[in-house]
């Protein structure tokens, strides 16, 4: 139960910038992430937030690009990407219902609900 629903996504060049939305609602997740999927490959985290305190983890592709935050108030989740590069491009997709341990926020199977993803594309 709950919807995810992400937006943001579009075509970009390379070095620049997108930052993506996820609305949430009837979700209750301890944290919240991102994750990413090229065609032909499995889905990375790419990053993950503690709903109430505000930390954050990066996966190393994303750290010094990449900043995860939220707005409580709006129950929105964002994710800011800057200098994005091509090999960045993938469906990126929200996720909620955590259900791991700490060390876990960045795997995949840690998550319960997810949304319907927004396309990022980063070419020239």
Same mark, same amino acid.
């Given at each position: 139960q709950g919807q995810l629903v992400e937006s943001g996504g579009g075509s970009v060049q390379p070095e620049g910038s997108l930052r993506l939305s996820c609305a949430a609602s009837g979700v209750s997740s301890t944290y919240m992430g991102w994750f990413r999927q +090229?065609? #032909?490959?499995?889905r990375e985290?790419?990053?993950a937030i503690?709903?109430?305190?505000?930390?954050s983890f990066y996966a190393d592709? +994303?750290? #010094?690009?990449?900043?995860?935050?939220?707005?409580n108030t709006k129950n929105t989740l964002?994710?800011?990407?800057?200098v994005l590069k091509p090999e960045d491009t993938a469906m990126y997709y929200c996720a909620a219902?955590?259900?791991g341990w700490g060390s876990d926020v960045?795997?995949?199977s840690s998550y319960t609900s997810w949304g319907q993803g927004t396309q990022v594309t980063v070419s020239s």
């Open positions: +090229a065609p #032909g490959k499995s985290g790419v990053a503690h709903t109430s305190t505000g930390s592709s +994303a750290k #010094g690009r990449f900043t995860i935050s939220r707005d964002y994710l800011q990407m800057k219902g955590y259900r960045l795997r995949e």
